[in-house]
């Protein structure tokens, strides 16, 4: 049973542009949410993360949104860079369990 | 700071051969420890996972098995890798006993031909 998804595998968007990728959980007692960029051959590095206790959490032109009646977590990246085009993923634990993590979006920004 | 080192970055090895992947971690005392594996295509599946020496708990019945011989040290094995262990090993750390954002290494990736 995937605890954590996201259901879109890849996703294409204009430089410039606003990139929304979208991840869902199912696990009620997840407090801690966060999206990692994934380059090849090289380990996630954090990007952003959300308490449960907050809706919205904004760093630069990254923000993370919750919405725990839904489930649902987005992050939105203002203006999408070529720099940004890598492997994101969306994780989640609370307390001491480990990190439980999506299958991963490739976003694409094409210049 | 702390620092989480990971070797080796490459590893070719034949079916059946043992296999060890060592990881540590620098500047902070009682981490989380962590196995993942990222198989092509696929994200990122948690292997193992220590909260202390000597404790270790499998999510995933395998081919592999960890150990934790020291606070910072944490070892991936295999006695006969199968092709199936092919992948990108990902170790990583996070603080215990609090919600945090898990600190990655720099993956190994295996080849098993």
């Known amino acids: 049973d995937q605890q954590v998804k996201q259901n879109s595998p890849s996703l294409s968007v204009q430089e410039g542009r606003i990139s929304i990728l979208n991840c869902d959980y199912t696990?009620?007692?997840?407090?801690?949410f966060l999206w990692y960029k994934k380059y090849p051959a090289e380990g996630p590095t954090f990007l952003i993360s959300?308490?449960?206790?907050?809706d919205k959490n904004e760093d630069g032109r990254f923000t993370v949104f919750l919405n725990k009646s839904a489930k649902h977590l987005s992050l939105h990246i203002v203006p999408s860079q070529p720099g940004d085009s890598a492997v994101y993923f969306c994780?989640?634990?609370?307390?001491?369990?480990?990190?439980?993590f999506g299958k991963g979006t490739r976003l694409s920004v094409i210049a | 700071s702390q620092t989480i080192h990971q070797w080796p970055a490459t590893l070719v090895q034949p079916v059946g051969s043992p296999l060890s992947l060592e990881c540590t971690v620098e500047?902070?005392?009682?981490?989380?420890l962590y196995w993942y594996r990222q198989a092509a295509g696929r994200g990122l599946q948690l292997l193992f996972y220590?909260?202390?020496?000597?404790?270790i708990s499998s999510e995933v019945p395998q081919n592999l098995s960890a150990s934790r011989p020291q606070d910072r040290q944490f070892i991936l094995s295999s006695k006969k890798l199968l092709l199936s262990d092919s992948g990108f090993y990902l170790c990583?750390?996070?603080?215990?006993?609090?919600?945090?954002?898990?600190?990655f290494g720099q993956g190994t990736r295996l080849t098993v031909v």
């Open positions: 994780a989640a634990h609370s307390g001491n369990t480990p990190l439980v």
């Open positions: 696990n009620s007692m997840f407090d801690y």
């Open positions: 990583a750390w996070t603080p215990p006993g609090i919600s945090s954002e898990a600190f």
């Open positions: 500047g902070t005392s009682n981490p989380n």
């Open positions: 959300i308490s449960s206790i907050k």
């Open positions: 220590s909260v202390g020496i000597g404790q």
